[in-house]
């Protein structure tokens, strides 16, 4: 398993990853309000290059909302720029279609650099990184 | 070519035709290649603002839905034949055939002379700007379906160029729908110059059945009914009037539908032609045999969660030669060939969806690695 350094993680801004690659995987490393996610960028769909794609919120309707339109999760939802293709970046899950969801690697924040962790895939929650 | 006959088919090893692939036209590009006074329209209408397949008078779409915001990435255009070979490379597509970006959806013009303008300044805007056999694109004569006797000019001025591999039916909008005896010149001179007839539809809210769909909320209503429905509906139309039995030697190709409408085609068709076969008179078998003869483009492939019910679908319409790939691209709802490639089809069905079918079709040369 290898340790990638990602940068300083002051330099990663919400909705904007950083990239880095290992062999022919290339990573995006995400910050949330409660730290950072990593993801392969490769979108389970059409494998297309999901993590360039917008970051923004999703349109959902459901119990909770009353059956009304609400707009949620915003700054959580990264949209695949090939077909539009929505996941959870908390989770990489995709928004209604639980069992599909982007490769995760385990963020590491050490001394105020970012790394991540590339050999074997953490699971969702193990993916988090102690910021 | 050698290969491991082991190892699964990659996109370098097939021969890939792309049946549907979209070059941008907008107004000031075409205006040199229009007739007067039409030139002036288009150089009025390049000065405009130009949304994404949305300019009126070229291109009007009812765009009636709230927008919300990233989600415009899918307004792709590629407007130059090097940015189109550049990228098909990109997508490791040998060849394309190129259909128009706004003029898709040119059969809603009232305007029969302006609409039979564009047509011919479409078409020879393609000659002289996109097509090339040097390029491996290729041209679908745009046939105006306002004006049949235009179109069947056109298709015989441009059938007689090899850089013209196909006859573009619009589907958008269109009234009457293809199987009117209206549009039999069309089809008389794709027939004679030996030319596919490729219907293509798009999204559109027209007052015309199948698109008069203003009163539908979602677009994910609207969409499949633009395309499969629209494309089933004028099927029916061709079946009923006899096109196939009345043109036997012309080719019939469906583009942006998928395939999975096609058995439920067939096995209406038959069941109603059982019960009242004077509705369609011209027919010297049931409706299933003809609809088998014809050709389907992959595009937008079903992805069933079984993806061995592709295979079994395409079985029951014996279309092992009959599905041919297309991508759509640049289009946000486009196919990598990828994913129709790792299908788990056979190593034959794969060649044949992915671009041998489709040479045989289009008449296209026989490239060197499969020579």
């Keep these: 398993m290898a340790r990638i350094r990602v940068g300083p993680a002051d330099e990663i801004q919400p909705g904007q990853p950083a990239f880095v690659t290992h062999g022919d995987i290339e990573i995006a490393v995400f910050r949330l309000d409660d730290g950072f996610r990593a993801y392969r960028n490769r979108c389970p769909h059409q494998q297309g290059p999901v993590c360039t794609g917008p970051v923004s919120g999703t349109l959902v309707a459901t119990a909770d909302t009353d059956w009304r339109l609400a707009w949620v999760l915003e700054g959580r939802v990264l949209i695949c720029p090939w077909h539009s293709m929505e996941f959870d970046l908390d989770t990489g899950r995709r928004i209604r279609a639980q069992s599909e969801r982007l490769r995760a690697f385990i963020v590491e924040v050490e001394n105020g650099e970012v790394f991540v962790h590339v050999g074997r895939q953490a699971a969702p929650a193990a993916a988090r990184s102690r910021a | ?371």
């Design chain 2, 1 to 371: 070519m050698t290969r491991d006959s082991r190892k699964p088919l990659g996109l370098d090893d097939v021969f890939i035709v792309d049946c549907d692939v979209h070059a941008n036209e907008p107004p000031e590009a075409l205006a040199p290649y229009i007739d007067m006074p039409w030139r002036r329209s288009l150089e009025l209408l390049g000065r405009g603002p130009q949304r994404y397949l949305d300019i009126p008078g070229y291109a009007p779409i009812l765009n009636l839905d709230p927008p919300f915001p990233d989600r415009g990435l899918g307004n792709r255009t590629v407007t130059t034949a090097r940015q189109m070979r550049d990228e098909l490379d990109e997508l490791s597509i040998d060849v394309g055939i190129l259909f128009p970006d706004n003029l898709l959806k040119i059969a809603v013009f009232p305007h029969v002379d302006y609409a039979a303008a564009l047509g011919r300044a479409y078409n020879a805007w393609l000659a002289d700007a996109w097509v090339s056999r040097e390029t491996g694109l290729y041209g679908a004569v745009l046939a105006v379906p306002q004006d049949p006797k235009d179109a069947a000019e056109q298709i015989r001025t441009y059938g007689a160029d090899d850089r013209f591999v196909a006859v573009y039916l619009p589907v958008a909008g269109l009234r009457p729908l293809w199987g009117d005896r209206m549009y039999d010149p069309i089809y008389e001179a794709a027939e004679e110059m030996g030319l596919p007839v490729m219907l293509h539809s798009v999204g559109i809210i027209h007052p015309h059945f199948p698109f008069n769909l203003e009163h539908v909320e979602s677009r994910i209503v609207r969409h499949p009914i633009n395309h499969e429905f629209a494309l089933m509906a004028n099927l029916f139309t061709m079946i009923a009037n006899g096109v196939p039995v009345r043109y036997p030697d012309l080719e019939i190709v469906f583009t942006e539908g998928g395939v999975s409408w096609v058995p439920f085609c067939m096995w209406r068709m038959d069941k109603e032609y059982a019960e009242i076969p004077t509705g369609a008179p011209f027919l010297e078998r049931p409706p299933s045999e003809y609809i088998k003869e014809m050709y389907y483009c992959t595009q937008p492939i079903e992805e069933p969660e079984r993806a061995r019910d592709l295979v079994t679908m395409i079985d029951l319409f014996d279309g092992r030669d009959k599905v041919i790939f297309a991508s759509d691209w640049p289009h946000h709802d486009f196919d990598h060939p990828r994913k129709v490639l790792n299908m788990p089809f056979d190593a034959q069905l794969k060649r044949n969806i992915m671009g041998e079918t489709a040479r045989r079709l289009f008449k296209l040369p026989v490239p060197v690695s499969v020579a």
